[in-house]
């Protein structure tokens, strides 16, 4: 409840749960996971930071490299599963998981050394505020991946089932999100391109030292 403010009404209540659990095995582990894990590259011991970490595939794959990783999420119900997941875990001690959202961290300035997101951009409600709170936690040359399915591109695998489905939360404009975050000090680039064998939209930016 503290942070619905920063929630979509699509993102709250018992339907969202449904959503989640009826889709488990995708929120549990995808190859997009995978591949922006490996994109971001964690090295060990480096601290990272999982925003809208969800059931906490890439949490745990960052944690197997060797990297302290800060799982956030908003819901309550997600950081259940994330927790239950971590307990798992042999690397269960470079694991936090946090109550918290993009555009309010629970993190101090500068502890965080790689940054990623995967399918989250679309759900914050306040981009300007998340650039800036992005460029408050990372360290100087910290690095932070954002990869978002681009499920409106029509040979994306799922396109006819979330077509539109953007449109029902926050636009994720490449071009805008790059020009935005040089504003706050972040050296961004972005693209259109394959992940993972789909259409997405992929972000990357260093806090410059």
Do not use: Y
């Not at 800060?70 to 998981?97: E, H, K, N, W, Y």
């Not at 939360?169 to 790059?178: E, K, Q, S």
């Amino acid at each position: 409840m503290a942070h619905d403010h920063h929630r979509h009404d699509h993102d709250k209540g018992l339907v969202a749960k449904l959503h989640w659990l009826f889709r488990i095995r995708h929120f549990w582990m995808s190859d997009v996971n995978r591949a922006v894990v490996h994109m971001a590259a964690p090295k060990p011991g480096e601290r990272g930071l999982d925003v809208g970490a969800g059931m906490g595939p890439a949490t745990v794959l960052a944690a197997k490299r060797g990297a302290h990783v800060v799982a956030v999420d908003p819901s309550g119900f997600m950081r259940a599963f994330c927790g239950f997941r971590r307990l798992l875990q042999r690397a269960r001690r470079r694991i936090t998981v946090e109550s918290g959202v993009a555009e309010d961290l629970p993190v101090a300035g500068g502890s965080t050394e790689v940054l990623w997101a995967v399918n989250a951009v679309h759900h914050w409600v306040d981009h300007g505020a998340v650039w800036r709170e992005f460029a408050r936690v990372l360290a100087l040359g910290g690095r932070l991946v954002l990869v978002d399915e681009d499920f409106d591109d029509a040979t994306h695998p799922f396109h006819e089932k979330h077509a539109g489905h953007e449109a029902e939360m926050t636009p994720v404009d490449v071009a805008v999100i790059v020009a935005a975050m040089a504003e706050v000090g972040l050296e961004a680039t972005g693209e259109h391109t394959t992940v993972a064998g789909v259409p997405a939209k992929v972000i990357r930016a260093v806090r410059a030292a």
